[in-house]
């Protein structure tokens, strides 16, 4: 399986934006994926989560009300808008397939190569 990532940039301060990862490959009808990303110095954290086929989802709470993930069944892309983004939301956001939580702490079998999201006036 590999994942395809799209978007990020640099935006203001309670600007929006949106990513995209699109998945190539076979995988099995509820596949869940997820968003997480990595700050300088920081451990790599859960965004949000999202199973392909019953859509069912989990945001972290640090994002929840800011971000929404969504999926296209039919073309198996994940979608993550960020509105109202705050400068501790920079980081390199990362695609993930094959999701799971273990306790608090969440985990990936697939990875994509990661996109910047720069939030700075």
């Known amino acids: 399986v590999q994942l395809a990532e799209s978007g990020g940039g640099l935006v203001q301060p309670g600007g929006s934006l949106r990513l995209s990862c699109a998945v190539v490959g076979r995988t099995a009808e509820n596949y869940p994926m997820g968003w997480f990303r990595q700050s300088q110095g920081m451990e790599r954290e859960i965004v949000a989560a999202i199973k392909l086929d019953s859509g069912r989802t ?13 999926r296209d069944r039919a073309n198996k892309t994940v979608s993550l808008q960020m509105n109202s983004l705050k400068p501790e939301d920079t980081a390199v956001y990362y695609c993930a ?18 996109t910047q999201v720069t939030v700075s006036s």
């Open 58 to 70: 989990y945001h972290a709470d640090s994002v929840k009300g800011r971000f929404t993930i969504s």
């Open 97 to 114: 397939g094959d999701v799971y939580p273990r306790g608090d702490i969440w985990y990936a079998v697939s990875w994509g190569q990661g």
